[in-house]
């Protein structure tokens, strides 16, 4: 399989009911083969359940969706178990048994139903009751939050947000690009969304970025970049150990789509937003805002051959 074809065909699918986006749905598609969940943030009504739907369905996965609201209980996520008519135990298994889980508008929830998904996202195991389960192989999340400025949102917790891949900013469409929205909206019903990929060959794609290289020179950046967000006037919390190891997997995904064996310090800087922008607490942006700041580590830390 050639995973740049493998990801062009995707693509044409989801752009079926997309306009514009390209960027977010190279992403979403990043998070599908590093074999990480991704953050999807922007204001109600930009195509962020569009998009999670349609990649969904051009992959072949099993696809459920939780939507968040202030009283969502643990139960509505992970299930419970139950007597059944026999007086025996039995279970009833949550949404998040899934290939594909759309969590839509996650900073609704309430903190004891987010706590629910700790495990879940970062062991991909779901404990009910006494009894341990394993949730499907793969098993990804997409998680839609809306500004923090909108009526009933609240921050989510780092320890949360930590456990995603990425944060993908989803904005509003130019001009141009609502104009093609409104001609596929047009025409919609009559839109098939074909299966391109199936379920064996997400698995191989996930296998498969092993097989990219990454450099001396590539790690030593990343760690430096990471490092500086724990030193950075501007931050009071930096990047985990997670922020790097995200950082290697998302590049070497980034690559093998895009049909190169090795990671670049362009992949780096091309991710360093997503990785990023969910992982830092910051004290005062000075009117820079969050990406601002890391563009500002970006642009101080030497690049290897630059």
Do not use: W
Not at 48 to 74: G, H, P
Not at 113 to 140: C, H, Q, R, W, Y
Not at 226 to 241: K, L
Request: aromatic share 4%.
């Amino acid at each position: 399989m050639d995973p740049k074809e493998a990801y062009e065909k995707v693509l044409k699918e989801v752009k079926k009911h997309i306009a514009g986006k390209e960027d977010v749905i190279e992403l979403m598609f990043i998070s599908l083969v590093a074999n990480g969940h991704a953050l999807l943030e922007g204001v109600p009504g930009v195509a962020k359940t569009t998009m999670t739907k349609t990649l969904a369905d051009a992959v072949s996965c099993e696809f459920t969706r939780i939507q968040c609201m202030y009283d969502l209980n643990i139960k509505d996520v992970i299930g419970y178990s139950y007597l059944d008519e026999n007086n025996n135990i039995a279970l009833k298994k949550g949404p998040i048994f899934t290939n594909l889980l759309l969590i839509d508008e996650l900073n609704r929830a309430p903190p004891t139903t987010t706590t629910s998904l700790l495990e879940a996202l970062e062991e991909k195991i779901v404990t009910i009751g006494n009894e341990t389960l394993k949730l499907k192989n793969p098993f990804l999340a997409f998680a839609t939050q809306n500004p923090l400025n909108i009526e009933g949102t609240i921050p989510l917790p780092k320890v949360l947000t930590d456990r995603f891949l990425m944060r993908i900013a989803v904005t509003y469409p130019s001009e141009e690009e609502e104009q093609e929205m409104l001609r596929i909206k047009e025409k919609e019903e009559y839109i098939k969304t074909e299966k391109v990929l199936g379920i064996d060959e997400i698995l191989e794609l996930q296998k498969m970025i092993e097989t990219v290289s990454i450099s001396d020179d590539i790690i030593k950046y990343i760690t430096r970049i990471v490092n500086e967000t724990r030193n950075n006037i501007h931050i009071t919390m930096g990047g985990s150990p997670r922020a790097e190891i995200s950082f290697m997997r998302a590049g070497k995904a980034k690559a093998l789509i895009e049909g190169r064996k090795e990671v670049t310090v362009e992949d780096i800087k091309f991710l360093a937003r997503p990785i990023l922008s969910h992982r830092i607490v910051v004290r005062s942006t000075g009117g820079l805002g969050v990406n601002g700041i890391i563009d500002g580590i970006i642009a101080s830390v030497h690049a290897p051959g630059q």
